[in-house]
């Protein structure tokens, strides 16, 4: 079974910077994409970030030159660096991947995380 885990949450001042991490584990065959969404409290969760298998990356309109999301391959791991940080980046931020488990590469499946709780505030 694929496990995605979050980790870098927390607590920061407006301007400043987060780094969030997530890894998957498991029995995975392949990664085709993984990135990032975030929800609020009655609204829809949406996408802040995500990054595919070959490189290519997309970033909501509203964290465009602020946040970047990048990759370690050998490590099954994504990372959004969030700089220049807004009040109303506040949510809570979960992990997603489009991964193929070694249990059967006939298609990719979504896998969330728990989710991390990111809080902007002075």
């Known amino acids: 079974q694929v496990q995605l885990v979050e980790s870098g949450g927390g607590l920061v001042q407006p301007g400043g910077s987060l780094e969030l991490s997530c890894t998957a584990s498991?029995?995975?065959?392949?990664?085709?994409?993984m990135g990032w969404y975030r929800q609020a409290p009655g609204k829809q969760r949406e996408l802040v970030a995500m990054i595919t298998r070959g490189g290519s990356t997309d970033y909501a309109e509203s964290v465009k030159g602020r946040f970047t999301i990048s990759r370690d391959s050998a490590l099954n791991t994504v990372y959004l660096q969030m700089n220049s940080l807004k009040p109303e980046d506040t949510d809570v931020y979960y992990c997603?991947?489009?991964?193929?488990?070694?249990?059967?590469?006939?298609?990719?499946?979504?896998?969330w995380g728990q989710g991390t709780q990111v809080t902007v505030s002075s």
């Open positions: 498991g029995s995975i065959f392949s990664i085709v994409a």
């Open positions: 997603h991947g489009r991964i193929y488990s070694s249990t059967t590469a006939l298609m990719w499946d979504e896998y």
